[in-house]
């Protein structure tokens, strides 16, 4: 039989309650931003898509250290299957890659190695919720967490993101959150900090602060997962000073569980190698060795066990001081660049008069408007290719240069007054 829906026919396949596009509207906008360069040059195109960190040139940017570790694995370390969970050596290589140097007073550390950041993401919507449930995110967030929810029967529902003065907007999250606790007795809360795709907000202390005060009224026969995606942790600022908020999740109560979805993606420059893990901060030991077999069973029934290559790297970097040395020193410097490209965008979009998101860190910038999709038409005839969200326009900023940041601006206000103009 034949189903049609949003324009899509489903012949052989069930659609089972999923919005599926013909294709993925960021891969869409960048196929016609590479088919541009191939007719006007680069130097005459901004690819502002691209989720990943790329030079000046548009090539990508791999830390040499990270790439030297990967060469000199052995076909063993890579080709090997993995433990389900993780090598012992990775999982612990992992927790220090996302603490540092925080040490935990009271939590039950655990981590269980996924592909990437995502797999991370998927195991704590399967475990911690229940099929039907409403998870809760700002409203402001990387579109792939409903992919991911809608994949196994669940959906989001947002709060927003900033109040009226561009702050955290904790009462929204208190309201969002009791209404959802009303109705269920298990809520997962996704905050996506430091340096948030698609805003580049990282929740202040003051902000995390009044979060943990509100959890701490939690009804004590409700149970919350508090999912603290930190994929862009390494490219907001200083990474010890961005890793400051990490006592505020033992300040939490036993019915409230903060899990982080550490990507090894961004941070060690490895997005192919699919490498990531989650890590528990438990109240008790029973709860931490619940997320580990829990984890690694809904592992086993997803992916198996996860690329071996990644973790390897990972373990190596962690058992040699120099070698780790080398990739924070590297780290820092393509983080210097990033922020760099961003101070531009900031500083030339004051000047020029565009109104932005509060930006902190990492990758994007967002730029708030009434009609996103024609706005990003409109700069896509200049050469101009950036993603049309919901509410706004999101540059990627990793993947232009800072003259290019500079010169932008400017460019997306118009559009904006034009499209506007255009109604
Ligand atoms: N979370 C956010 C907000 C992201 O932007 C990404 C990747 O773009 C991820 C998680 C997952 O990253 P990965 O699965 O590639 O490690």
């Given amino acids: 039989m034949t189903k049609k829906t949003n324009d899509i026919k489903y012949i052989m396949s069930q659609q089972n309650g999923r919005r599926i596009t013909k294709e ?11 088919e541009m360069i191939k007719e006007k040059g680069a130097e005459n195109v901004v690819n502002g898509t691209i989720g990943a960190l790329l030079d000046d040139d548009g090539e990508l940017m791999v830390l040499s250290s990270v790439d030297g570790a990967f060469r000199s694995l052995s076909p063993k370390e890579y080709a090997a299957y993995a433990p389900i969970g993780g ?17 935990p007073k009271t939590a039950r550390i655990r981590a269980v190695s996924t592909p990437g950041g995502t797999g991370s993401l998927r195991n ?6 229940c099929p039907g449930d409403k998870l809760l ?26 109040d009226e ?27 996506n900090t430091p340096a948030q795709n698609p805003t580049g907000y990282s929740l202040t202390n003051e902000d995390w602060e009044k979060t943990v005060e509100y959890l701490n009224t939690v009804p004590a026969d409700k149970k919350v997962t508090l999912l603290v995606d930190t994929a862009y942790i390494d490219f907001a600022g200083d990474e010890d000073e961005y890793r400051s908020f990490l006592p505020y999740l033992e300040q939490v109560p036993p ?27 438990a109240a008790s030991e029973a709860v931490a060795d619940e997320f580990v077999s829990v984890c690694e069973y809904s592992s086993r029934g997803a992916w198996s066990n996860s690329p071996r290559a990644g973790q390897e790297i990972i373990a190596r970097i962690f058992a040699d001081p120099r070698l780790l040395e080398k990739v924070t020193e590297e780290r820092k410097e393509i983080r ?3 922020l760099a490209r ?10 020029a008069g565009l109104n932005i998101l509060p930006f902190d860190g990492g990758f994007f910038i967002s730029v708030p408007c009434k009609d996103p999709v024609a706005a990003g038409r409109e700069l896509e005839k200049e050469g101009i290719f950036i993603v049309p969200l919901a509410m706004g326009l999101r540059v990627s900023i990793a993947s232009i240069s800072e003259e290019k940041c500079k010169m932008i601006p400017e460019r997306i206000l118009a559009a904006i007054t034009k499209t506007r103009e255009d109604k």
């Fill in 24 to 34: 993925d509207v960021i891969f869409g906008i960048n196929k016609r931003a590479g």
């Fill in 87 to 103: 090598t012992p050596e990775f999982r612990s290589a992992a927790i220090r890659a996302a603490l540092k140097g925080f040490k």
């Fill in 124 to 129: 704590v919507i399967v475990n911690y919720s």
């Fill in 137 to 162: 995110t700002t409203d402001w967030h990387w579109s792939p967490y409903n992919t991911i929810a809608e994949e196994h029967g669940r959906s989001f529902t947002t709060f927003k993101l900033f």
């Fill in 165 to 191: 003065a561009k702050k955290f907007n904790v009462e929204a999250l208190k309201s969002k959150a009791n209404e959802l606790l009303e109705k269920q007795n298990q809520l997962i809360i996704f905050i």
């Fill in 255 to 281: 019915n409230v569980l903060p899990v982080l979805a550490f990507s090894m993606s961004k941070t060690f420059t490895l997005y192919g190698l699919r490498c990531g893990a989650m890590i528990c901060f």
């Fill in 336 to 338: 210097d660049m990033l």
């Fill in 342 to 351: 961003a101070k531009a965008f900031e500083d030339e979009a004051k000047r």
